[in-house]
């Protein structure tokens, strides 16, 4: 059965990017500044990205569309239909969830951003969390947590470092 895998880099203070959203800061110790990080592994495990669409435009804005021959989905409020990249989409993530487990296909790529986590923490929707930390102490920005009231237990799959980076792998 496909997974939903969250796949994302973290501060070490637990932060997915600075207020504005930036995240400049995803350089490691700079000593292999184009280093994989074992992301082409992952990608190739995917075939369907789920995004919000702050992370679409923030991605969007950075020049050509990066997962191009993959199934996407952006949540909004702000409109519904589909572009040549993604499909815009209010529907209830558990009922998003539900219809694409029941499709053949890879797995699922959580990308973010924090809102869109939230809700799938939530709704007990995300199978394993793939979290990179980087090398950085951020201080303030936004959180990958915004609900510090909820407890999910993970079980460590993988532990991984590279470019100053440490790769946790949980399953729940």
Same mark, same amino acid.
């Given at each position: 059965m496909? @997974?939903v895998?969250?796949?994302?880099?973290? %501060?070490? +203070?637990?932060?997915i990017a600075?207020?504005n959203?930036?995240?400049d800061?995803?350089?490691? +110790?700079? %000593? /292999?500044?184009?280093a994989?990080n074992?992301y082409? /592994?992952?990608?190739?495990?995917?075939?369907?990205?789920?995004?919000?669409?702050?992370?679409? @435009?923030?991605?969007?804005?950075?020049?050509?569309? *990066?997962y191009?021959?993959?199934?996407g989905?952006?949540?909004?409020?702000?409109?519904?239909?589909a572009?040549?990249d993604v499909?815009?989409?209010?529907?209830?993530?558990?009922?998003?969830? %539900?219809? !694409?487990?029941?499709?053949?296909? @890879?797995?699922?790529?959580?990308?973010?951003?924090a809102?869109?986590?939230? /809700?799938?923490?939530?709704?007990?929707?995300?199978d394993?969390?793939? !979290?990179?930390? /980087? *090398?950085?102490?951020?201080?303030?920005g936004? *959180?990958?947590?915004k609900? @510090?009231? !909820?407890?999910t237990?993970?079980?460590?799959?993988?532990m991984? %470092?590279?470019?100053?980076?440490v790769?946790?792998?949980?399953?729940?």
């Open positions: 496909r @997974k895998i969250l796949y994302i880099a973290i %501060s070490i +203070d637990g932060y600075r207020k959203g930036d995240v800061w995803l350089e490691g +110790d700079g %000593s /292999a500044p184009q994989d074992g082409e /592994a992952f990608y190739s495990q995917i075939d369907t990205i789920i995004m919000g669409n702050s992370t679409y @435009k923030q991605i969007k804005g950075w020049g050509e569309y *990066p191009k021959g993959t199934k989905y952006v949540y909004t409020t702000q409109r519904e239909g572009n040549e499909t815009f989409t209010s529907q209830k993530p558990v009922e998003l969830i %539900s219809q !694409l487990k029941q499709e053949e296909g @890879k797995d699922i790529w959580l990308v973010g951003g809102e869109i986590i939230d /809700a799938f923490i939530k709704d007990n929707l995300i394993e969390y793939i !979290l990179t930390i /980087a *090398p950085v102490i951020l201080g303030e936004i *959180p990958l947590f609900d @510090k009231n !909820l407890e237990r993970l079980k460590l799959k993988e991984r %470092s590279f470019d100053g980076f790769q946790n792998h949980y399953s729940v």
